[in-house]
């Protein structure tokens, strides 16, 4: 299985590029934005830990993180941000590669 990973800025058409290969070729696709909204629902691998490092005034009426509230807090506080990579980011790897390999 070949493994292509497509990067961008916010609008450099990365989910045209992927629905392409999607289309034409029936590639397996992943998006890695997606997951990490993934593992921040309730019962989502992330959900415990966002909530411990930001308190549980960031839980809305449907029990779902309130992204927003998190976005402001953590790009006017650097430190924040570093912390909720470290929690997002191993478990999106964790996620994808548990994917990629239930495919082959």
């Known amino acids: 299985m070949k493994i292509i990973g497509i990067?961008?800025?916010v609008g450099a058409g990365k989910?045209?590029?992927l629905d392409y290969l999607?289309?034409?070729y029936?590639?397996?696709v992943i998006q890695a934005?997606?997951?990490g909204h993934l593992v921040m629902e309730p019962g989502g691998l992330c959900y415990?830990?966002?909530i411990a490092l930001f308190g549980r005034q960031i839980i809305k009426n449907d029990k779902t993180i309130d992204r927003k509230r998190v976005s402001d807090v953590v790009f006017g506080q650097p430190d924040?941000?570093?912390q909720l990579n470290g929690i997002i980011h191993p478990a999106v790897k964790r996620y994808i590669l548990?994917?990629?390999k239930e495919k082959e």
Do not use: C, F, N, P
């Open 15 to 17: 989910s045209t590029i």
């Open 26 to 28: 029936d590639a397996y």
């Open 33 to 35: 934005d997606k997951i």
């Open 80 to 82: 924040m941000l570093e």
């Open 7 to 9: 990067t961008g800025g």
């Open 98 to 100: 548990r994917s990629l």
């Open 48 to 50: 415990e830990h966002v």
């Open 22 to 24: 999607s289309q034409k």
